[in-house]
């Protein structure tokens, strides 16, 4: 009997803050050779050369996944959309409009938002962007990366505009909780995660309201796409293919 093939995807990487798609250039080469379909979206507001750039606003980040889901499934292929850190918020607006956008969603340490959430409501409205902090700030989650990975994350890191930041997302179509999930857990065990989730943490209840959830451990830093790009691309080609 021939062995069975897994049916490849096509695959939408979207960084979170500070990134564009070139954050993922390892990872994407990886599942490109294992024969995916490769799109990695830099989100509006993190274009270098976009002179508009800290005005761009969560509905614009929006609209980029929908447009990038969209070019991805042209020819009629299941798209797996896969989303780091602060990128969870666009995309859960994302398929609250939409539930049926994706096949399967991939949260690499990152998950759902729930409604009225933001990331930072607190910012002050006449601030216009948000700097990468010091590293001295972030050190809980910068296991694994090098000098070389902390110098260009340095050098390239945008801005992020400070109106996505505080943008309180608006959900309320309940069967984007059907959407089926896969949480990369990286930063702490998803043991962890789920607890807090029970727990009605505020950062994690929503994963706890997923119907269709795959918990995978992958322990390293906050950036696993530069700590450990090889077992990241292998974890992501896995949950594509289920």
Same mark, same amino acid.
């Given at each position: 009997?021939?062995?069975?093939?897994?049916?490849?995807?096509?695959?939408?990487?979207?960084?979170?803050?500070?990134?564009?798609?070139?954050?993922?250039?390892?990872?994407?080469?990886?599942?490109?050779?294992?024969? @995916?379909?490769?799109?990695?979206?830099?989100?509006?507001?993190?274009?270098? &050369?976009?002179? @508009?750039?800290?005005?761009?606003?969560?509905?614009?980040?929006?609209?980029?996944?929908?447009?990038?889901?969209? *070019?991805?499934?042209?020819?009629?292929?299941?798209?797996?959309?896969?989303?780091?850190?602060?990128?969870?918020?666009?995309?859960?607006?994302?398929? &609250?409009?939409?539930?049926?956008?994706?096949?399967?969603?991939?949260?690499?340490?990152?998950?759902?938002?729930?409604?009225?959430?933001?990331?930072?409501?607190?910012?002050?409205?006449?601030?216009?962007?948000?700097?990468?902090?010091?590293?001295?700030?972030?050190?809980?989650?910068?296991?694994?990366?090098?000098?070389?990975?902390?110098?260009?994350?340095?050098?390239?890191?945008?801005?992020?505009? *400070?109106?996505?930041?505080?943008?309180?997302?608006?959900?309320?179509?309940?069967?984007?909780?059907?959407?089926?999930?896969?949480?990369?857990?990286?930063?702490?065990?998803?043991?962890?995660?789920?607890?807090?989730?029970?727990?009605?943490?505020?950062?994690?209840?929503?994963?706890?309201?997923?119907? &269709?959830?795959?918990?995978?451990?992958?322990?390293?830093? @906050?950036?696993?796409?530069?700590?450990?790009?090889?077992?990241?691309?292998?974890?992501?080609?896995?949950?594509?293919?289920?």
């Amino acid at each position: 009997m021939e062995p069975i093939t897994p049916t490849l995807k096509s695959i939408v990487l979207v960084p979170g803050y500070w990134l564009g798609g070139w954050a993922w250039d390892a990872v994407a080469a990886d599942l490109r050779d294992r024969g @995916h379909r490769v799109i990695a979206v830099t989100l509006p507001g993190l274009d270098p &050369d976009d002179l @508009h750039r800290a005005s761009r606003s969560m509905a614009d980040q929006v609209d980029s996944l929908r447009s990038a889901v969209s *070019a991805a499934g042209v020819d009629g292929s299941s798209v797996v959309l896969v989303v780091h850190s602060g990128a969870g918020f666009p995309s859960s607006v994302l398929l &609250d409009q939409d539930p049926t956008a994706v096949a399967r969603i991939i949260y690499v340490d990152s998950g759902p938002s729930a409604d009225g959430s933001a990331f930072d409501a607190s910012l002050p409205h006449d601030q216009r962007e948000v700097v990468l902090p010091p590293f001295e700030q972030l050190a809980a989650s910068l296991d694994g990366l090098s000098k070389e990975d902390l110098e260009q994350f340095r050098q390239r890191a945008v801005p992020e505009p *400070a109106t996505v930041m505080r943008a309180q997302v608006r959900l309320e179509n309940d069967s984007r909780r059907n959407v089926p999930s896969t949480i990369i857990a990286c930063s702490y065990p998803s043991e962890l995660m789920m607890q807090m989730a029970r727990e009605g943490n505020p950062m994690m209840a929503e994963v706890a309201t997923l119907r &269709d959830l795959e918990l995978v451990d992958l322990p390293t830093g @906050h950036w696993p796409m530069w700590s450990r790009p090889a077992d990241l691309a292998v974890a992501i080609a896995h949950a594509a293919g289920r």
